[in-house]
C-alpha cells in the first residue's frame, strides 16, 4: 500500500516538473494554420505556460522567397511571456545583407479581430525575444486597411524586458505603417512599457538594407528604460522613417538615420528621419545621420552627444522646445557632435538650462538660436584681429572658442581651440597669431550657454529700412539695423566693386546692392536689396473737390494720394494764385474762389501737382416745407420737416428777424414746449448758406384756465356771456351745457353764438350748471361747473 502511494506522489511530482520544462516549437509549415504553422507554434507556446521561457524555432522545407514566406489570413494569437521567436534558426542564406530568413507578410484580405492589427501583437507580456523576421505588408494596401488603426509588424502593450533583434539576429521591418509601436493598453492604470531592446534592425529598409520602403513611423514607443542601438558596431539600427520615443530613460545610440547600410545619404529615395523625445532622462548618442530632425519636446534632462552628420550639406537640426538640463556636446572630444548643414543646426525656445559644450558646427547661417531664454551668459566680441581676439561678456562666464577652418561663406564653431573664463571686470582676450584664422565663440555661465559670435544680419523686413530712388536721381538708401556681432559693415553693387563702409548705404540710385558685415575675418553677407527708380505722381483717383460758395472760404480740395515710395517722408506744399503758401497737408479746407497749386518734396525731388480751381459757385437751398400743427393742450410739440435733406442742418427761430436760432438739428426735428398758440420760422442751412424762411403756426388746445366759471347775465355790460377763450380756432368744437337734472340747456357747433343764460329764449334761473367741450377728434373732452347769477 505505502509502495503504491509513493509511486503515484512520484509520478505526480514528475508530471509537474515535466509541464515546468522549457518547450521548443519548430514552425515547419508556411501556411496559416494547422499543424507545424507559426499559429500553431504560438498556440502551444501559450499552453505550456510562461514558467519558464520556451522557443520557436524554424525549419521551412525548400529555399527561395515563397517556400520561406509565412502568409497570413487572419491575426496570429498574442505572444505570451517567457518567449523566443527566432527566425535566424532557418537553416539556410540570410535574405540579402539582413540578418533575417524569414518573411511574414498578410495577405491582401488579412482580416483581424478588435481595433489592432500586427504580425505580433503581446499585451502584458514580460520577457520575449523576436529574432530574424522579415515582416512586410501591413500597410494601406489591404483590404481592410482602415486609417484609425494601427498596422503594425509588432506591436507592444505593458510589456517588460521586449528584445527586439540583436547582432546576427536582426529583423527587417519594411512596408508598413509602423514599424514597432509600443503604447499602453489603458489609459487608467499605470503600467508602462519598460525595458524594450531594439537593436541590429533594418526599419523602412528592404532586406538589402538600400532600398527605402513606404513606412509611417518606424518605431512609435511609448516606454521607460529603452534602448534603442547599443555600443558595439553591430548594435546599430538602420532607420529610414521617424522615430517617436515617450517617457523616462530611453536612450538612442550608435543608429543609422536616412543613411543605408553603406553609409549612402537616402534622402532621394525617400529617407527622411523625425526623431522626437518627450519625459525626461533621454539620451541620444553617438548616431550618423542625414536628413534628419531632432526634436526634443517638454523634456527634463537631455544629452545629445557624440552625434554625426554625414558629410554631405543637408538640412538636419536640433530644435528644444520647453525643455530644461540638457547637454549638447561635452568637454570631452568624444562628445563632440558634428553638424555640415546649410540651414540652422541648433534651436532653443522657452527652455532653460541647455549647455552648449564642445560642438563642431559647420556651414551653418546661424549655429545656436535662442528665442525666449532667460538667464543666458552676454557676450561680445569688440576686437577680432589677426592678433587678438577679445571683448566683454558676464563676469565669471566660460567661453569656449573656436576656429572656422572650412571655406563657408558665414564663420562656424568648427575647430575647438580652447576655453577661458570672463575675468571680474567683464572682459575677455586672447592673443596670437590670428592671421588665418576665422574666430567665433560662446559662453556658458551657471548652465546656461549663450548663441554663438557669428556675424548675424537680420532678415526681417522691419529690420531693412529702404527708400527707393525718385526722379532718376541717387537720392536712394539702404540701413540694416539690429546687426550683431558686427564691427564693419561694407556695401558692394551687384558687381561686387566695393562703394563704402557704414550701416548704411545712401546716396545711390537704381541697382543691385548687398553687404559684408565683418567680424575680423569672419563675414556674413546679406540678402540683395534692389533699388528701382520710382517716376513719382500724384494719384487724383479719388479726389474731391468743392467750390465755395455764398462768398464764404468753404471749398475744399481732398483725396490726393501721395506716391507708393517705401521709407519716404513726404512735404506737401499748397500754394494759391500769389504764390503764397495755404497749407501743408494733403487736404484742404476752407478755401476761398481761387487757383491752388501742390508740390511734394520727397527725397531731393519736387512733385507738382495742379491747377486745382475752386469757384464761387451759387448754392440753392430748397425752403423746407412743413405743416401747421395744433396741440390739444399745452406741453410739447414736435416740429418735423418733410423729406429733410442729409446736407448741414435745419435752423428753428422764433421770429423771421431774429439773428441767432433757438435750435439746430441735423435730421429737422425740434422739441418745444408750448402754453399758448406760437409761430416759428424755419431754414436749413449748409455750410454757410441759409435757405429763406418757413412759417409754422402752433395752435395750442384750450384748457380750464381759458373757461370762465361764472356769468352774470344782468344786461350790464359786464360778464353777460359765458366767455371760452380761444374757442374761435375750433369752428368744429361741440360745446354742449346741462342743469343738474342733466337736462341739455345749450348746445353749439363752433360757439359762434355764446350762451347767455337762456333756453329757448326763457331766462335760465340761478344755479350750477355742467359743460362738456369737444374741440377736435383726438383731443380729450373738456367738462366743468358755470355757475349763474342773477
Known sequence: MWCRQFMLTLFLALACCLKALPAVFVVSSNADSGNGTLRDALTQAAANGSATQDVINFNLPGSGTQALTIKLFTQLPEVTSNLIIDGSSQPGPKLGNSDAKVYIIPDVSYTFPGTKAAALLMTETSNVDIYGLCIKGYDSKLANFNGNLLFTAISAYDCVNVTIGSPGKGNVFADNIYGIYGGTASLTDSKNNT??????????????????????????????????????????????????????????????????????????????????????????????????????????????????????????????????????GGDNDADMNYFNNDGGAIYSTESSGIRVLKNSIACNNKAYTISNGFGLPDINVLVNTSTEFSGTGSPGAKVYIYNDNTGCSICNPVEFLGTLTIDPTGNWKITGDFSNKKLVANALLNGYSSEYTQPVISSEEADHDIVQPSCNLNNGSITLKNLKNINQVSWYNNNDQFIKNGNSLDGVGPGVYYAKCFSGSCSARSMNFTLTNFDLEISDYNLSKKNAHCGLKNGSIKGLAVPNVPGATFNPVWTNQDGTIVGNTM????????????????????????????????????????????????????????????????????????????????????????????????????????????????????????????????????????????????????????????????????????????????????????????????????????????
Open 195 to 328: 525595458n524594450f531592446i531594439i537593436e541590429s534592425n533594418f526599419i523602412g529598409y528592404d532586406e538589402s538594407g538600400t532600398n527605402v520602403v513606404e513606412l509611417g513611423y518606424a518605431i512609435d514607443l511609448t516606454a521607460d528604460n529603452s534602448f534603442i542601438g547599443g555600443p558595439d558596431p553591430l548594435d546599430r539600427n538602420y532607420f529610414a522613417k521617424n522615430i517617436t520615443i515617450t517617457g523616462s530613460g530611453n536612450s538612442l545610440v550608435n543608429n543609422s538615420l536616412s543613411l543605408d547600410i553603406h553609409q549612402h545619404d537616402m534622402r532621394e529615395s525617400g529617407a527622411s528621419v523625425l526623431v522626437k523625445f518627450n519625459g525626461s532622462n533621454a539620451q541620444v548618442r553617438n548616431n550618423d545621420f542625414c536628413a534628419t530632425l531632432f526634436q526634443f519636446i517638454s523634456v527634463s534632462q537631455f544629452s545629445f552627444t557624440g552625434n554625426r552628420q554625414s558629410t554631405i550639406p543637408g538640412s538636419c537640426s536640433l530644435y528644444i522646445s520647453n525643455c530644461s538640463s540638457g547637454y549638447i
Open 587 to 790: 487736404d484742404l479746407d476752407n478755401l476761398g474762389p481761387g487757383t491752388y497749386m501742390l508740390s511734394l518734396n520727397v527725397n531731393q525731388c519736387k512733385i507738382p501737382y495742379g491747377p486745382v480751381v475752386i469757384t464761387d459757385a451759387p448754392l440753392v437751398i430748397p425752403t423746407p416745407s412743413i405743416n401747421n400743427t395744433r396741440l390739444c393742450a399745452p406741453g410739447e410739440a414736435s416740429i418735423v420737416v418733410k423729406n429733410p435733406s442729409a446736407e448741414g442742418v435745419y435752423r428753428l427761430y422764433d421770429s423771421e428777424n431774429t439773428m441767432s436760432p433757438l435750435q439746430e438739428q441735423a435730421g429737422g426735428i425740434f422739441k418745444v414746449e408750448l402754453t399758448k398758440n406760437t409761430s416759428f420760422y424755419i431754414s436749413q442751412y449748409i455750410d454757410g448758406c441759409e435757405s429763406d424762411l418757413t412759417k409754422i403756426d402752433i395752435t395750442v388746445g384750450l384748457s380750464t384756465l381759458n373757461i370762465a366759471n361764472a356769468i352774470t347775465p344782468n344786461a350790464d355790460g359786464v360778464n353777460d356771456y359765458w366767455q371760452i377763450t380761444g374757442i374761435e380756432n375750433y369752428p368744429k368744437a361741440a360745446v354742449s351745457i346741462f342743469n343738474r337734472n342733466g337736462q341739455l340747456v345749450f348746445e353749439s357747433k363752433g360757439y359762434a353764438k355764446p350762451f347767455n343764460g337762456t333756453y329757448n329764449n326763457q331766462k335760465l334761473a340761478s344755479g350750477v350748471y355742467y359743460y362738456i367741450i369737444s374741440l377736435i377728434a383726438g383731443c380729450a373732452v373738456l367738462s366743468g361747473s358755470l355757475t349763474l347769477i342773477r
